[in-house]
């Protein structure tokens, strides 16, 4: 390990280096999302959503109503747009509503 000296570092670099040497960004990512959906789409739709999954800029939302899945399936872009608004950053690529 080598001597830091007097060099100063922020805690925002240093947890963004943590987690990519640790390949930790995509767990957050999936974390991210759900908490993304809830705020985004509100407690309507999140009372018919049985669960959100993020796999490679997919991401699969599984609904209890079918007359909802058709109503959002309209909307898709949309709700894409939204939720990487969201996020923060372009992390949802397509939708996938089941």
């Known amino acids: 390990m080598s001597k830091r000296g007097n060099e100063t570092y922020n805690i925002k670099d240093l947890m963004k280096e943590m987690l990519q040497e640790n390949k930790l960004q995509t767990g ?7 908490e993304a959906w809830e705020s ?5 739709v999140v009372s018919y959503t049985d669960s959100v999954q993020l796999n490679k ?3 699969t939302v599984y609904l209890t109503s079918s007359a909802l899945r058709e109503e959002l399936s309209y909307g898709k872009d ?5 939720m ?4 923060g950053k372009a992390l949802i690529k397509n939708i996938k509503l089941l």
Request: aromatic letters at 0%; proline letters at 0%; zero cysteines.
């Open 28 to 34: 957050l990512d999936k974390i991210d999302v759900k």
């Open 40 to 44: 985004v789409m509100g407690r309507g």
């Open 57 to 59: 800029n997919v991401l």
């Open 78 to 82: 949309k709700i894409i747009k939204m």
């Open 84 to 87: 990487n608004a969201e996020l």
